[in-house]
Each structure stands twice: as structure tokens, then as C-alpha cells.
């Protein structure tokens, strides 16, 4: 099965800009969709297919796509983005899905 | 509103099976195929298998082949996942997420159960 590399953790100053990569050959195929986790809580949904934000996510979160890698962007960092953040798509060939492992953002 | 309410936490001894249920709520049960991803502690996000409520049929990730079974009962409008020869490593929160999708480009899990913690220790 095909696998999604994120980098473990990044740090971004209140207010700056972060973007979080995710690479992986299934990336080519299928856009992927992007979760926020808090602590202890469900992951919720910010960013879908080319770049589709749920209702109720803020529009400083955006996503794009490029060859193998997708990207998260927050644009304007508030101290409640600070969570883990998992890239998600669909594998090739294939009825299975895969998580990134994961992206812990700090906001400094 | 969409909602997925889980089962209660379970602990099981090794060697056991476990059953976790999620009952959907507010929208067209049938429509939706319906996942289960787990965390163990401290750790990401694994994907376990996808069911499609319509039909019963249930793909799973290689990794859980032979262990894992995912039912589904149309008149409660609930997702079962059984996992079978429990170990200490299988120790995670379960998670289901309805799967929703732009018609085969792309997917996105939406809504999430609120996640039931399975602890497998003797």
C-alpha cells in the first residue's frame, strides 16, 4: 500500500503563516483531505478535495496540491490552531485509505 | 444534525474479541459508506476498513485481514467493528467516520464518532 510522509512537528509565531507538506504517490491520483486534532478529541475536518473548507472552518486554512505533495496552509496563525494535523487520501488502485502519520503545529 | 455516537470503552484480556457499535443519526443511513480508523496512544491516525451500508460488502486495510469483520444493521442504522485475537498493542481509541465523496476525485471523513477507547491488557 502507498504511504504519506508529513513532517512531525513544525512552529509558527502568533499571527505568521505555516504550511505542512504531505507526500506520497497516491497524491498524484486523488486529492487528499486534511484533519485537525486537539487533545483528547475526534479530528475534525478543514480542508477537502482541491480546496473546500467545511462550514465553521476558518478561511485562514487553505489547501493545493502539486505532483506527489499536498499542503496545508494557515495563513494568520491563532494560538487555537495549535494541534496535530493528518493528510488523508485514497490508495491507489485500490478501496483503502491512508492517514500521514501527523504534523504537531505549535503556535509560539 | 449528522451525528455518530459510539459504544462505551471496553477492556479485554489478549486473546479476546471486542465489539464496537456506531449508531448514525441524520441523514440517509444507506447512502454513506461508513469507515473505522483507530490511535493508539500517542500515535497517529490508522485506517481499518470501510463498509458500505447498502450492500453489507467491507474492505480492510491488509494489516487487519482475518481479524477484523465490519457489520452493519440498516434497521438501527449502526456500523459493528469486531476485532478478534486481541493484543496489548491493539490498545487504541476507535474511531467511525462517515465517508462522503465528490463522485470518484476525491473523498473526506465527516462526521466522526467521539471515539471509543479500547484497552486490551491481562
Known amino acids: 500500500s502507498s504511504e504519506l510522509t508529513q513532517d512531525p512537528a513544525v512552529s509558527v509565531a502568533l499571527g505568521q503563516t505555516v504550511s505542512i507538506t504531505c507526500q506520497g504517490d497516491?497524491?498524484?491520483?486523488?486529492?487528499a483531505s486534511w484533519y485537525q486534532q486537539k487533545s483528547g478529541q475526534a479530528p475534525v475536518l478543514v480542508i477537502y478535495g482541491k480546496n473546500n473548507r467545511p462550514s465553521g472552518i476558518p478561511d485562514r486554512f487553505s489547501g493545493s496540491s502539486s505532483g506527489n505533495t499536498a499542503s496545508l496552509t494557515i495563513t494568520g496563525a491563532q494560538a487555537e490552531d495549535e494541534a496535530d494535523y493528518y493528510c488523508?487520501?485514497?490508495?491507489?488502485?485500490?478501496?483503502?485509505?491512508?492517514f500521514g502519520g501527523g504534523t504537531k503545529v505549535t503556535v509560539l | 444534525q449528522v451525528q455518530l455516537v459510539q459504544s462505551g470503552p471496553e477492556m479485554k484480556k489478549p486473546g479476546a474479541s471486542v465489539k464496537v457499535s456506531c449508531k448514525a443519526s441524520g441523514y440517509n443511513f444507506i447512502g454513506y459508506h461508513m469507515h473505522w480508523v483507530r490511535q493508539a496512544p500517542g500515535q497517529g491516525l490508522e485506517w481499518m476498513g470501510i463498509?458500505?451500508?447498502?450492500?453489507?460488502?467491507?474492505d480492510y486495510a491488509q494489516k487487519f485481514q482475518g481479524r477484523l469483520t465490519v457489520t452493519r444493521d440498516t434497521s438501527t442504522s449502526t456500523v459493528y467493528l469486531d476485532l478478534s485475537n486481541l493484543r496489548p498493542e491493539d490498545t487504541a481509541v476507535y474511531f467511525c467516520a462517515r465517508d462522503n465523496s465528490d463522485g470518484g476525485t476525491y473523498w473526506w471523513f465527516d462526521p466522526w464518532g467521539q471515539g471509543t477507547l479500547v484497552t486490551v491488557s491481562s
Open positions: 497516491s497524491i498524484r491520483d486523488h486529492y
Open positions: 488523508n487520501t485514497r490508495d491507489r488502485g485500490g478501496f483503502r485509505w491512508v
Open positions: 463498509i458500505n451500508p447498502s450492500g453489507g460488502r467491507a
